[in-house]
């Protein structure tokens, strides 16, 4: 670094400002390397391509500058961070133990231990009468801690116990890239085997305790494309490869363990393959042909198939189907598609069905009882809610674990008598530091689209908040791939209320909270529709004085990363601040080149810009490709250097490209995680919480807040 003593504006390997008498740091300026690709007849110029080169030295300087920059020009908040990170820590029992579920013999659980990052999973035997008993002995499966010792980064992915509760079938990444490795354990001797294979994406057991099926991805497209089937100590074999680069495979179990089910899938088709998990060395077979457009799952009980499908039904409905011949001519239908209700999920169970279904962006739970015929729905107390069935695994299970929270309610783990209809809490996520849900309101809100559709904000604050467009808020969306953002409680959210602050979520298009339809709306070429719902949900914001431009802080990640970049350009006069977590913002170079995660399987989702329409289209939003001379508000953007998801290039062209145009004296910095992390950043509890205590100080310092 050099230090400039001439009062310029900014020295270029990252010096210092002169500002009065006293010396700034000045932000790095990436150097620029001519770099031109010709797309569609058109060349483009990206001077700063060359930051794609991982591991050169360059590129590794530029961000460690970058990050000494952050460092440099955030310093005068550390207490502010420190003192977030004690206030949020102390509202965690970080001694606590997780409810436990039956499967087979066993209560299986997580618990977690004051001062140490990560979950112990163990379990207990059931008692003689089925029930869990705490003084029961417990057995310690993974000890997450032993096994991250020296390691920046573990993340456990596979986790099952073989049908005789003897083997564990478990994955470990220690890259934060995804890389997952499959290990078996012995769980009587404690001897482990493995890795048995590398780039591993699912796994499961057969029914015989010694044959293992999984998955694995590309080595370069990281596309989970081949299906494993291995006997215990002997040799892999390949059983089917998916040669179409817009599907994806996975592999599992039906809940009554009867099949190993390999699941392919693209965006807009999915199809089913059942092998006899009793019989592993038999071959799988295909339920229903490939079909593009046509979407099905499945499960089974007692050779009948219950096959969720959208065939002649956008939001799904129902149909059963022998399992000898499971052919449309053979369906009868269980539930009928309806226009406003989404067909979220369907478990089946020996004496029981439950559906999880998404009316009006609100889950909702109901179980069919095979004796009786009678259909019994759980009831929510609140208006503004997230619910969802959990984890159910017994197939003989009377009771359907679900989890309800609000966005005043912690997490609370239930479970449903289907045969009474009622509920029963088992747990509440306990809040410490005197926590308490009637200092808070929550409510849905309706923004008027520009196109006329209504869309939901669900929004929670301070009892006794004044509405006169002076207070900061905290607006959050997605938007993307036909995940809706729930209505869910984060107790680390409470530091922005606790000051005032209020907490909104806009359910823009490109999720499903209003259905298949919601998502059709917000992508390809209707994914503008994500960004300008965003922009009408702020201003309707701004509008009715919840806030003010000047105090409006936004935030998204990933695809809602891509949102973050897409709605600055489009109105920076909008925000007062954005954090914007491993942005999708190069759209363009990410999406030609083919070679790349996630790519062409994205197709489906966002466009193939080797056609010309889509590539105008995506070009006219992509983020990178449409920074301009002009103000824009303070921005945070924060990647890892080894995320696979959206690859740090791309958060680091953005900032320095716009480091070039940008004409206001607003903060921009990029804080980028040198040391094995993953797309959602570190891997161990306080870790991830620190990580949150910053990004909170410098986005409320930017509407001055800083205690």
Not at 303 to 310: A, D, E, S
Not at 470 to 482: F, H, K, M, T
Request: hydrophobic share 40%.
């Amino acid at each position: 670094m050099t230090r400039s003593l001439a009062p310029v504006f900014f020295a270029l390997s990252g010096g210092f400002l002169l500002m009065g008498t006293s010396l700034a740091p000045a932000p790095p300026v990436a150097p620029r390397h001519d770099h031109a690709q010709v797309w569609h007849g058109r060349t483009f110029l990206d001077p700063y391509f060359w930051l794609r080169e991982k591991g050169s030295p360059e590129v590794v300087q530029y961000l460690e500058a970058e990050n000494a920059y952050t460092e440099a020009t955030s310093a005068d908040l550390e207490p502010f961070r420190e003192a977030l990170y004690k206030e949020m820590l102390g509202r965690i029992k970080q001694t606590d133990l997780g409810v436990p579920t039956r499967i087979g013999r066993f209560y299986y659980c997580r618990r977690t231990v004051e001062g140490l990052q990560y979950p112990i999973r163990c379990r207990k035997p059931a008692g003689l009468d089925g029930a869990f008993h705490e003084e029961a002995p417990e057995e310690v499966l993974l000890d997450q801690n032993e096994m991250a010792k020296g390691l920046a980064f573990l993340s456990v992915g596979e986790f099952e116990v073989s049908d005789g509760d003897g083997r564990l079938l478990y994955s470990t990444d220690d890259t934060g890239f995804r890389q997952y490795k499959l290990f078996v354990k012995d769980l009587k001797t404690g001897a482990v085997q493995g890795p048995l294979a590398e780039r591993v994406t699912s796994a499961t057991w057969a029914a015989d305790d010694a044959t293992v099926f999984y998955v694995t991805e590309d080595p370069v497209t990281k596309r989970s494309d081949t299906l494993w089937r291995l006997p215990l100590g002997g040799q892999p074999e390949k059983v089917y490869e998916e040669k179409d680069e817009l599907f994806s495979i996975g592999v599992g179990r039906t809940k009554d363990k009867a099949f190993v089910e390999l699941a392919s899938h693209s965006t807009d088709t999915w199809d089913r393959w059942l092998l006899p998990a009793a019989t592993p060395r038999e071959a799988f077979r295909l339920v229903l042909p490939r079909e593009k457009g046509h979407k099905y799952d499945v499960e089974h009980r007692d050779g009948t198939l219950f096959i969720r499908t959208n065939k002649d039904a956008k939001n799904f409905r129902l149909v059963t189907a022998p399992l000898s011949d499971p052919s449309p001519g053979n369906w009868k239908p269980f539930l009928d598609h309806r226009k406003d209700v989404l067909l979220d999920r369907v478990e089946v169970f020996r004496g029981f069905l439950a559906v999880q279904e998404k009316q009006a962006g609100l889950n909702r739970l109901r179980a069919y009882d095979f004796g009786d015929g009678r259909w019994r729905e759980v009831t929510f107390p609140e208006p503004v809610y997230s619910a969802s069935a959990t984890f159910t695994p017994e197939f003989d299970s009377r009771l359907l674990r679900y989890d309800y929270q609000s966005l005043t309610t912690p997490s609370s783990v239930y479970d449903f008598n289907m045969a009474a209809g009622t509920s029963h809490l088992l747990k509440r996520e306990e809040v410490l530091g005197g926590f308490d849900p009637q200092r808070y309101a929550s409510e849905r809100l309706w923004a008027t689209a520009r196109d006329g559709a209504k869309v939901p904000i669900s929004i929670v604050y301070p009892k006794g908040f004044v509405r006169d467009g002076r207070a900061p808020l905290w607006l959050y969306a997605y938007g993307s791939y036909g995940f809706g953002t729930p209505a869910s409680f984060d107790s680390r959210r409470l530091s922005l209320l606790d000051r005032g602050i209020p907490f909104a979520i806009a359910h823009i298009r490109g999720g499903n909270e209003m259905g298949e339809a919601w998502h059709d709306d917000g992508m390809l070429m209707k994914k503008k529709n994500t960004f300008f719902d965003f922009i009408d949900c702020a201003e309707l914001l701004v509008r009715e004085k919840w806030t003010s431009p000047d105090r409006l802080l936004i935030e998204g990640g990933s695809a809602g990363g891509l949102l973050m970049g897409a709605v600055t350009n489009e109105r920076p006069d909008l925000f007062r601040a954005v954090h914007a977590a491993v942005p999708f913002v190069d759209v363009m170079n990410t999406m030609m080149d083919a070679s790349l995660p996630l790519t062409v399987g994205e197709y489906l989702e966002w466009g193939n810009p080797n056609e010309k329409p889509a590539f105008d289209y995506m070009l006219s939003y992509s983020p990178y490709d449409n920074l301009a001379r002009k103000a824009y508000p303070a921005i945070l953007v924060t990647t890892s250097y080894n995320d696979s998801q959206v690859m740090y290039w791309e958060p680091a062209k953005y900032v320095a490209r716009l480091r070039t145009l940008k004409t206001d004296a607003n903060p921009l910095v990029l804080k980028t995680k040198m040391q094995p992390a993953g797309h959602g950043g570190a891997s161990g509890r306080y870790d991830a919480l620190k990580d949150r205590a910053f990004e909170l100080a410098w986005m409320l310092e930017q509407v001055g807040v800083t205690k």
